[in-house]
């Protein structure tokens, strides 16, 4: 099941108005039912889950291309890059300008 809900958000990366209500759709429950289901599984809401698969997906592009950080941002579906920021943040503990370098960094250590 979480394999498959990763995969619908990773489908709609860039979609501005995918969300809780096309989740429900595509996943045929309701959206207490789901919102039981992912937040067993993850022990996150709906809405946390969606921005945690964007921010993996962002922190991805950060490390495999050389693509400036606001179009990352862009590219999995945040429109406001300070938004972005901010969450990539909360979610990494470092700042997407610094993620990179941090990861080269553990892996030559």
Excluded: W
Excluded at 27 to 51: D, E, N, P, V
Excluded at 74 to 103: A, I, R, T
């Amino acid at each position: 099941f979480i394999e498959k809900a990763i995969q619908l958000v990773n489908e709609n990366i860039q979609n501005e108005s995918f969300g809780i209500e096309t989740m429900v759709d595509q996943l045929f429950m309701s959206q207490s039912t789901l919102f039981r289901k992912i937040k067993s599984l993850t022990g996150l809401s709906i809405t946390a889950f969606i921005r945690s698969v964007k921010l993996k997906k962002a922190a991805q592009l950060i490390l495999q291309s050389d693509m400036k950080l606001s179009q990352v941002s862009f590219e999995v579906g945040f429109n406001d890059y300070k938004h972005f920021k901010k969450s990539f943040q909360q979610q990494f503990d470092c700042l997407p300008s610094e993620y990179k370098s941090k990861m080269q960094q553990k892996a030559v250590n």
